[in-house]
């Protein structure tokens, strides 16, 4: 009998410890923002995630896209999301509509991860890549962090951050998040897709890699494959602002950095295994004045052999 | 007999396994300082905290606050403190006069929260607004990292971060730290609290929202309602330098940014409740030229109907 | 025998929440890169670690590191590594070389630490001051994140911050990171080591403290207190640059800045205990246009009575 009601207890207490022990190995929540770092907003974020759930794992992803830059925004989830684990949940905050009638939404990937945010066109390079499985509108009725109702210009502490802390520590499940909506009405900003046409394969520049001046396309390996080129055979590149040619190249495909002399051009495979342009230890964006943005094109060709 | 030992040995696994479990649900370590991350003082600082506990919860508010701006680090956790639960342990180092004779303290809010550091100000705002519960000086005798006795210049890593990390994992209790200091001791910054004089409010500009430009005063909403404002009712505002006119202006008061047009000015309670100024996605503070600081005042006013 | 049954059951779910519980006292992962945190690579290293092992203590030393400056990338790991516990981990990329043949390794300090990252001279400081217990290759057939065999640009990611996370999680033993190498074959930079001559100690200038402006040496506490100053005593202090005078100073030895008058120079121990120059809350080194590295050098001497 009392070895029995022991057992008991222990189970209890074995639980318990299972139980606050597996909580820890619950689903990361990774910030993104426009705020900087200088003042106090992220921390407040972070305050109010903690305060949900004390042992989340709350990590960040970048508090330094330039004002507004939804486009930026869209890219840097675009670059790390699957480098997290499935059910990671993902806050964005660039929000230069912070207080009209933009929707607060949760996006859910195929690949199972959650974005969080306001539904302006961050989520758009993820939708197009990992798919959408579902979206849901976040009911500020029931998913706003106690007293905030008077505040209305700080949405990414008030309501992001404590959706996101939540839905991550298994505190609310998706479903309760709010509504579904349609999943085709994401909000997308447009831009030219990769697409290639014979020997020539076209796209975008989304990003620079700013800290070295490379020069980053959305053509994927795959497209640019097709072309057959080999390593250390040369291609032709065009860069247009606008439509307009803002400078023309010849630069060998190589696979490392080191396959050039320092200072001259390469055509590689980027971190996200899309084409790049580089100069081996140079700054070829600021050597060639090309900056980013999805009026920024790109355009590859092979070169005939004459060429080489 | 068998089973009873058993049991024992359970009972003393589990009790461990909870005991380890529960000291990470601990209180989380906030560390403001003005050293910048560019250098390695702030990974000491965290880790002589991780040395202290490895489930300790880590976070930065902010390690920008400009050189020895003492001012604004009180600002900083005046803005994000109470985001964080009670128990919280801020370790703040914004400390011109290491190695003179300002005391260093750790006071505990009467909301339960600890502020570590150095007594020259830093204090200011979270003594006035959540009131002192209990102000201690740090005994360094028996509160200091073992072997940095030498060390005169880094308080911060030494003394700081290692009471405070004692402090949120539990390894000592408040009344460890040192002997009691009388709670009115503490030093404070002076300067204009907001007061009301007829259809006028009257404080200053604590600290600008550096990233938007937008002037943020110490007019709390409380205040501010006295005047019954109606939304998109317009007041008068005036800027002040060491009690010299800057500039002046007539907006309206928005609950949000999307209340005036792109680029025009507006008043609006900020995300801590209090008054605030800006110009909807523009700089208001580089447009008019406003700082801030305990000399830069501001004056509200109603506006007449005539005057709309 | 209902009870065994149970007892063997409540041991087991005991000894899971023991090993779930006690993975989180492991050992802590710190990064170090010239990434800057801007873009998403930080958070793709991240993210890694956080897959290898959710309940990792992840934490950033800096990312500031000028872009290719090995050196100083040694400098902090130097700075701060001994303020964390022993067994941790330290992933450290300023990687001109990637790609390239440089060797990718995991140095073991006679202190039980670890530091993943190139040999390229990234470990000049650590080896020297605490001393190589152990130097291994990776092997990257078995020690690379799945799936990212064709990226070769980011080792960061795909290698370092894996095998970093694998190590700190225990979930690969120091043996298995890959085949041992002669510690004595890890790449140095050379540089003029502490010496005394005389009355006179000579060093570099590895650093500055860039912040404040303090101009810190090479030189430890016990070899400059060979020179017998005691505190107040003047001390000359020659600075060149490539053997070339740059500025001579006579300055007191102090134990705190409040040891002399605001904007006076003095001689002081820094947080490391190596000998340093600054003004008190001024910039020495702007003011005396003083830089930092390996051919910057400093020396020392006691100053004769007469000159006092």
Redesign the interface.
Known sequence: MK??R??RL??L??????T???A???S?L?LLT???????????????A??VD??L????????IP??DIWLGAY?LY??AN???QG?VFVSVVD??????RKSVVLKTKGGRYFVGPDNGLFTLIAERDGVEELREIDENVNRLAGSG?????HG?DVYAYVGARLASGAIKYEQVGPMLPKESVVKIAYQKAVRSGNTVRGIIP?L????GNVWTNIP?ALFNELQIAEHDKVQIRFLHKGKQVSKIVAPFE?????VAKGQPLV????L?DVAVADS?GNFAAHHKIESGVDWEVEISKVGKAAK
């Open positions: 070895l029995t022991l057992s222990l189970a207490a074995c639980f318990s410890a299972i606050i022990a597996s820890q190995a619950g990361a990774v426009d705020f900087g770092t200088a003042d106090g907003a992220v921390s407040a974020m972070h305050g109010v903690y305060g004390p042992t794992h709350i990590s960040d992803l970048t508090h330094q004002d507004y840097r670059q790390t480098y997290w684990p990671s230069p509509g912070v207080g009209t009638s008077e505040s209305y210009t700080f502490r990003v890699d700013i800290k070295y390996k696979h490392t950095f080191g396959g590689y495979l980027n971190s295994l230890q």
